[in-house]
């Protein structure tokens, strides 16, 4: 880890909601250059973020805010399944199967490509569509438990509104042609596969209700972090 980052008020941050039992201590805050923005990985029990996402769009966030996306992620690792980046790859896998080990005969080949497209084209229709939809069903656990950790622990009355300034800001930030295109959403952690903001936000005011300091729910299973 660069000396800079360790200093850095994100990976402070970050040490805090440790100390609290918010963040696992197993959890690592990891820069890499191939993440797109900032992204819980289950399967490698990390935080992964861009260093200049961190600069360009968070390092002048509040306390708070940070310490929502950082519980969104810790959300991902530990809600989220780590068989999800698998799904997208799926028909690559059946595409690469059906050509180096086809069972078919040369002369039964021709005859049997129209079958085969059709279901390398139903496989990634049905995969990428359980793709989205999981990315969507997380994306709502990952902002339960980041709000009910701040409800719990830092007493913030109303996380829905720091989601909805916090989402609002990343919109302004990333509204770009190339960042708003169908493959960007696809190959990128961009906004066009997400849910809404007034969704996420008005799904999560729902699950955790208004004014009440103390959450039902607690952020960690079983335990008392704060």
Not at 131 to 158: L, T
Request: hydrophobic letters at 40%.
């Amino acid at each position: 880890m660069i000396r800079a980052d360790r200093n850095s008020r994100l990976h402070r941050i970050f040490r805090e909601l440790q100390k609290k039992g918010l963040i696992d201590r197993r959890t690592r805050l990891v820069r890499c250059p191939f993440t797109v923005s900032i992204r819980g990985c289950p399967g490698l029990n990390c935080i992964r973020y861009r260093h200049s996402f961190y600069e360009r769009t968070l390092s002048g966030a509040s306390d708070d805010a940070l310490r929502f996306v950082l519980l969104h992620e810790e959300g991902h690792v530990r809600k989220g399944s780590s068989l999800l980046s698998v799904l997208p790859a799926l028909p690559v896998l059946l595409c690469l199967i059906f050509l180096g080990h086809s069972p078919l005969p040369a002369e039964g080949l021709p005859a049997a490509k129209p079958i085969l497209v059709v279901l390398l084209l139903l496989t990634a229709f049905f995969a990428y569509r359980t793709y989205y939809r999981r990315i969507c069903d997380e994306e709502f656990i990952a902002d339960r438990y980041a709000a009910d950790a701040m409800r719990c622990c830092y007493r913030v009355r109303d996380p829905g509104a720091l989601l909805q300034n916090l989402l609002s800001g990343l919109a302004a930030g990333t509204s770009s042609p190339r960042r708003n295109s169908v493959i960007s959403g696809i190959l990128c952690s961009g906004p066009d596969y997400r849910p809404p903001i007034a969704e996420r936000v008005q799904r999560l005011r729902a699950a955790t209700g208004p004014g009440d300091a103390r959450p039902a729910v607690r952020p960690s299973d079983g335990d008392n972090p704060c």
